[in-house]
C-alpha cells in the first residue's frame, strides 16, 4: 500500500511568487491535515480536511494560504504571494475515519521543502 | 490550549546502550492519545509508538518502550539496544481523543555513535 506522498519535494521561490504543494494520502483516508515546520520551532497544525469538508483551519496563518480538497481525495495548498516568513518545511498526514472517537494515527508525507527568497 | 515539551533539544548514545527522551505535556482532558515520532535524516516522519491515555500499562514495540506517567502529565520514550538506525529527530505528539491535529513539542535530535 502505498504511503502519503508530496509534491514537490523542494521548492525555491521569490517573493511575491506563487506556489502550489501538493498531498495524495493513503488511499481511503478521509483525514488530511496539514501541517509546517518553521526553522528550529515545533511543527504546527494548519489546517484538517474530512472528506473534501474544512474541518478545522484555525492554524491557517492568513488569507495568503489557499487550500483545497475537491473530491475528497488529493489536498492543494497554494501560497500567494509568498513571504519570506513562509519558509519552512510542509508536512501533510492522513488517516483513517473511524466510527468512534478514537484517536486514529496520522502518518505522513515526507514534506515539502519551501523556502522564500 | 495543550502544550507539548521536549526539554532536551540534543541527545547522543553509544550503539548498543539505552537512552531515555523526556516528553511532558499540559492538559486538562482525561482521554487522550499520546505518540512518538521519529525522522531520520532527510526521511520521512514515521510513528514508533503510541498511547492511549486511559490505558495504564506502558506501550512497548520491539526495543521502544514509554513510561507514561499520567499524573506527571509525562511521557518518557525508551530505545533500548540503540542502533545506528535509531539516528533521528523524534518528536513527542499529543491528541485529544476524535481525529483532532497533533501538537508536537520541538523535538530531540538524536546522534547513535559507533
Known amino acids: 500500500e502505498a504511503g502519503v506522498t508530496q509534491f514537490p519535494s523542494h521548492s525555491v521561490i521569490e517573493k511575491g511568487q506563487t506556489v502550489t504543494l501538493r498531498c495524495d494520502p493513503i488511499s481511503g483516508h478521509d483525514n488530511l491535515y496539514w501541517y509546517r515546520r518553521v526553522m528550529g520551532k515545533e511543527i504546527k497544525f494548519l489546517l484538517h480536511?474530512?472528506?473534501?469538508?474544512?474541518?478545522?483551519e484555525s492554524g491557517m496563518p492568513n488569507n495568503r494560504f489557499l487550500a483545497e480538497r475537491t473530491g475528497g481525495t488529493y489536498s492543494t495548498l497554494k501560497v500567494q504571494p509568498a513571504e519570506l516568513e513562509d519558509s519552512g518545511v510542509y508536512f501533510c498526514a492522513s488517516s483513517q475515519l473511524p466510527s468512534s472517537s478514537s484517536g486514529e494515527t496520522q502518518y505522513f508525507g515526507p514534506g515539502t521543502r519551501l523556502l522564500v527568497l | 490550549a495543550q502544550t507539548v515539551t521536549q526539554s532536551q533539544p540534543e541527545m547522543s548514545v553509544q550503539e548498543a546502550e539505552t537512552v531515555t527522551l523526556s516528553c511532558t505535556y499540559d492538559?486538562?482532558?482525561?482521554?487522550?492519545?499520546l505518540f512518538w515520532y521519529k525522522q531520520p535524516p532527510s526521511r520521512q516522519m514515521i510513528l514508533v509508538i503510541r498511547?492511549?491515555?486511559?490505558?495504564?500499562q506502558n506501550a512497548t514495540e520491539n526495543r521502544f518502550s514509554v513510561n507514561f506517567q499520567k499524573a506527571a502529565k509525562s511521557f518518557s520514550l525508551k530505545i533500548s539496544d540503540s542502533q545506528l538506525g535509531d539516528t533521528a529527530m523524534y518528536f513527542c505528539a499529543f491528541m485529544n481523543s476524535g481525529n483532532t491535529p497533533l501538537v508536537f513539542g520541538k523535538g530531540t535530535r538524536l546522534s547513535v555513535i559507533a
Open positions: 480536511f474530512v472528506k473534501e469538508s474544512k474541518q478545522d
Open positions: 498511547q492511549e491515555a486511559y490505558k495504564q
Open positions: 492538559t486538562s482532558e482525561n482521554n487522550y492519545y
